[in-house]
C-alpha cells in the first residue's frame, strides 16, 4: 500500500498549483462556479497523484480535459510534463472500451428476453439480480467504472475510496486552517 | 494476433502445443469411440444424432462469423484440417468408430455433443446451470460404466472424468482472465435454453484455453486452489471439489467467484461497518454509501473553501510554492520544522510531537478516514492522522501570521 502521508503530499502540491489558477480569477466567478472550479482541481489534482497507474485516475483526466469548463487548464497545470502523455492513454483508453460497451450492452438485452426462470432458481436470479442492480449503481459512482468489469471494478472502487479519504483530509485541514484564520 | 488462414501450417508455431494435445485426444477419442459399440448402442446413439449436428454448429460458426467467433471458428476448422479432414460438412454422415477419426478430433466438441444430447433428451424446461452440471454427471457416469474406469489422460475435459469416485481427474480450467478480457462478465452464466450460445461459448474458450496464454494462466494459477499437476501443461489446473461439477464453465466461474470474494473481503475490511455484514447485495450496498458519503464530503468542503475563498488572498499558495522546493525532499514535518509555532510551543508538545511525525512517516497502512466517522478499531493511525491535520492547520495559520506581520 502507498504510504498515506506522501499520498496527501503528493496531492495537496498539485492541488495548489491548481488553485494558483483559481485564485487569478476568483474575483469575477459566483460561489458555484468557485466550487466547482476548486472540486475540479482536486479531482485532477488527486487522479494525477496516482500517476496514471489506475483507471479510474485516467478516466478523471480523460473526461477533464475534454471539459469547457478549466478542466484543460486545471490538467495542463497540475499534469505539466506529463500532460501529454497521460492524456493520451487516457482517451485512447477511452475509445477503445466505449466500443466493448456497446456490444456488451446489446448481448446482454438479447440474453435476459430468452431466459425463462425455473421456479427452484428464482432466489438465486433474484439475488443476482440485486448483486447485478448495485453494481451498475457503483459503477455510475466510480469515474470510468462503466468500462471495468467487476473484478477490475473491486480494485479500483478500493483505490477510489482511499484516495478520497486523503482528498477529504487534506481540503478539510485547509477549510479548517483557512477559517480559523478568518475568525481571528 | 488471431491468424486469418485456414491452414494449420500458418497457425503453426503458436498451435503446436496444441497439436500435440489434440493428437492425445485423437487417443482418447479413439478409445472413447471403440468401446461403446461393444457396450450398448446408448453412447453411439447419442453420438450419433448431434453429431451432424455438432458439426453443423461448427459450419454454422464458420459462416456466420461474429467478430470473436470467427478466430475461434477458422481456428478449429484449421485443427479439422490439419487433422486430415478436408470438409466438415461430409464427417458425419460417416460416422464410424473404426475409421480413423472422420469426426473432428477436437474435444470441444465431442462434449458439445454429449451436452447437446442430453439436452435433447432431457426436459428443456431445465436450463439452469444446475442442471447442466447434473446432466454431465449422468453423462460422466454413462460413460464411467462404459469405459469402466477413468479411461482418459488428465487433457481430457470435465464431462468425461468421473466425480464421484473422487480421484478427480486434472482439468483444464479455462482462464477468468479470458472471460474479463472479453469483457463479458455475463458470459460464464448460462442462461440460454439455446445449446447453440453455449456451445459457440465453449468453443470459444476451448480455443482460447489452447492457444496458451502462458502469462495470464500462470499468474491465474497462483490466484487458484490448484491440484498437484505431473504434466507441466500452460493450463490453469483446477481441482473441482468434491460433489462439484468438473466442468471446465464452471471450474472457470468459480475461480473468477473466488477472485471477486477475495477482493470484496479487502473491500468489507476497508469500510466501516461492513466487516458484520454477510451477501454479496448488503456488503454492495454499504459501499456505495460510503463512496456517496465520501464524494459528498468532497462536495461540502469545496463549497466551504469556496465560501471562505474571496477574503483570502492565495498568497497563502504562493507562500506553499514557494516552500514546496524544500517539500520535495522533505517531508512535510521537514518543512513544518523550521516554522516557529505558538500554538504548538503553548502546547509544550514539540519534541512529543516530532517523534510522532517520524512516526507517522514510517507507517505504510492505508488510510483509515476521518476523526469524525466512527470506527470499530481504534488504531494509532487514528489519533496520528489527528495530528496530522491539526498540524497542516496550524502551518497554515502560522503562515498566515506571518505574511499578516
Same mark, same amino acid.
Given at each position: ?184 | ?29 479413439? $478409445?472413447?469411440?471403440? +468401446? ?12 450419433? +444424432? ?27 476448422? %484449421? ?8 470438409? *466438415?460438412?461430409?464427417?458425419?454422415? $460417416? ?5 480413423? +477419426? @472422420?469426426? *473432428? ?6 462434449? !458439445? ?15 439452469? $446451470? ?44 479455462? &482462464? %477468468? ?52 499437476? %505431473? ?9 473441482? !471439489?468434491?460433489?462439484?461439477? @468438473? ?7 468459480? %475461480? ?53 475563498? &474571496? ?21 512535510? *514535518? ?72
Amino acid at each position: 500500500m502507498r504510504a498515506p502521508s506522501s499520498l496527501k503530499q503528493e496531492f495537496l502540491r498539485k492541488w495548489i498549483l491548481g488553485l494558483q489558477i483559481c485564485s487569478s480569477s476568483a474575483k469575477s466567478m459566483s460561489i458555484s462556479e468557485r466550487k466547482k472550479a476548486i472540486k475540479l482541481s482536486a479531482d485532477i489534482a488527486m487522479a494525477s497523484a496516482r500517476n496514471g497507474r489506475t483507471s479510474w485516475s485516467r478516466a478523471l483526466i480523460a473526461s477533464a480535459s475534454k471539459d469547457d469548463n478549466h478542466g484543460k487548464l486545471f490538467v495542463q497545470q497540475i499534469l505539466g510534463s506529463d500532460c501529454e502523455r497521460l492524456t493520451k492513454i487516457s482517451t485512447s483508453i477511452k475509445r477503445l472500451r466505449c466500443k466493448k460497451i456497446l456490444k456488451k450492452s446489446s448481448g446482454t438485452i438479447i440474453r435476459r428476453r430468452m431466459k425463462r426462470i425455473p421456479d427452484k432458481a428464482v432466489a438465486s436470479s433474484i439475488a443476482k439480480q440485486m448483486v447485478n442492480k448495485r453494481t451498475q449503481i457503483l459503477k455510475s459512482l466510480v469515474p470510468g467504472g462503466v468500462f471495468m468489469d467487476e473484478v477490475s471494478l473491486i480494485e479500483e472502487t478500493l483505490d477510489y475510496i482511499l484516495s478520497l479519504r486523503a482528498q477529504i483530509d487534506v481540503m478539510r485541514s485547509l477549510a479548517d486552517a483557512t477559517e480559523m484564520m478568518m475568525s481571528c | 494476433m488471431e491468424p486469418t488462414e485456414h491452414r494449420s501450417s500458418a497457425i503453426g508455431p503458436s498451435l503446436d502445443q496444441n497439436a500435440l494435445d489434440s493428437l492425445q485426444f485423437n487417443e482418447e477419442i479413439q $478409445h472413447l469411440m471403440t +468401446l461403446p459399440p461393444e457396450n450398448a448402442n446408448s453412447f453411439t446413439a447419442l453420438l450419433e +444424432l448431434p453429431a451432424p449436428q455438432a458439426v453443423e454448429l461448427l459450419h454454422h460458426h464458420h459462416h456466420r462469423s461474429p467478430e470473436s467467433n470467427c478466430s475461434t471458428a477458422k481456428l478449429v476448422t %484449421a485443427k479439422a484440417d490439419g487433422h486430415g479432414l478436408h470438409h *466438415p460438412h461430409a464427417t458425419p454422415h $460417416h460416422f464410424n468408430p473404426g475409421a480413423n +477419426l @472422420t469426426f *473432428p478430433s477436437d474435444i470441444s466438441l465431442i462434449e !458439445r455433443a454429449v451436452r447437446f444430447s442430453v439436452f435433447a433428451g432431457i426436459n428443456n424446461s431445465d436450463n439452469n $446451470h444446475n442442471d447442466n452440471n447434473n446432466n454431465n454427471h449422468k453423462i460422466s457416469s454413462k460413460i464411467d460404466k462404459n469405459n469402466n474406469n477413468n479411461n482418459c489422460s488428465p487433457e481430457t475435459t470435465g464431462s468425461v472424468p468421473s466425480n464421484s469416485s473422487g480421484n478427480l481427474g486434472k482439468v483444464k480450467n479455462e &482462464p %477468468a482472465e479470458s472471460d474479463s478480457d472479453n469483457n463479458n462478465p455475463n458470459s460464464p452464466q448460462p442462461l440460454d435454453i439455446k445449446t447453440e450460445n453455449q456451445n459457440q461459448k465453449s468453443a470459444k474458450r476451448k480455443e482460447r484455453e489452447k492457444k496458451g496464454k502462458a502469462a495470464t494462466k500462470k499468474s491465474k494459477s497462483g490466484a487458484n486452489d490448484s491440484s498437484e499437476d %505431473a504434466e507441466k501443461l500452460p493450463y490453469v489446473h483446477v481441482r473441482a !471439489r468434491r460433489g462439484q461439477a @468438473t466442468d471446465s464453465h464452471s471450474l472457470a466461474e468459480r %475461480a473468477r467467484r473466488e477472485k471477486i470474494n477475495a477482493r470484496m473481503k479487502l473491500l468489507q475490511e476497508l469500510v466501516p461497518g461492513c466487516n458484520k455484514i454477510s451477501g454479496t447485495a448488503l456488503v454492495l450496498d454499504e459501499i456505495i454509501n460510503h463512496v456517496q458519503s465520501l464524494q459528498r464530503q468532497v462536495e461540502f468542503l469545496s463549497m466551504r473553501l469556496a465560501a471562505v475563498n &474571496p477574503r483570502i488572498d492565495f498568497n497563502l499558495d504562493s507562500l506553499f510554492v514557494a516552500e514546496s522546493g524544500s517539500l520535495i525532499d522533505s517531508s512535510f *514535518p521537514g518543512m513544518v520544522m523550521p516554522v516557529m509555532w505558538p500554538e504548538l510551543q503553548a502546547h509544550g508538545n514539540r519534541q512529543q510531537y516530532q517523534q510522532q511525525w517520524h512516526h507517522f512517516d514510517g507507517h505504510h497502512q492505508p488510510l483509515l478516514g476521518g476523526a469524525e466517522e466512527s470506527h470499530n478499531f481504534v488504531t494509532p493511525e487514528n489519533s496520528l492522522l489527528s495530528y496530522d491535520s491539526s498540524a497542516n492547520s496550524a502551518t497554515l495559520h502560522t503562515n498566515q501570521l506571518k505574511m499578516e506581520l
